[in-house]
Nanobody, 122 residues
Framework: QVTLVESGGGLVQAGGSLRLSCSAS????????MGWHRRATGEQRELVASISSGGTRNYADSVKGRFTISRDNAKNTVYLQMNSLKPEDTAVYYC????????????????WGQGTQVTVSS
């Protein structure tokens, strides 16, 4: 079992910045992936960015060049630096974590944080 605790959401004007943090605790394996998904009201949840324990990053096209994902493996913490925020970035942002399971050659079950609200005003 893995517990994720998020922080850093809030209200910001368009063009501003926010930094989200998510710390994982519990059954943390050496190889894993952490990331952020978001869900706007009335929309499906979508991947924003992810980063593996080895440093491989993936971004949604809509945030490339504006958001930067990073992690501190020693602290089991992932960060999302969000710059040049737009009103369409408004959503609940959820931290996600998966352990890699060598026996299955795949990642295990997903764990989710409680979500943190990001609101960007125009």
């Amino acid at each position: 079992q893995v517990t994720l605790v998020e922080s850093g959401g809030g209200l910001v004007q368009a063009g501003g910045s926010l930094r989200l943090s998510c710390s994982a605790s519990g059954s943390i394996f050496g190889v894993n992936i952490m990331g952020w998904h978001r869900r706007a009201t009335g929309e499906q949840r979508e991947l924003v960015a992810s980063i593996s324990s080895g440093g491989t990053r993936n971004y949604a096209d809509s945030v490339k060049g504006r958001f930067t994902i990073s992690r501190d493996n020693a602290k089991n913490t992932v960060y999302l630096q969000m710059n040049s925020l737009k009103p369409e970035d408004t959503a609940v942002y959820y931290c996600n974590f998966k352990n890699y399971l060598p026996a299955t050659n795949n990642y295990g079950s997903a764990y989710w944080g409680q979500g943190t609200q990001v609101t960007v005003s125009s």
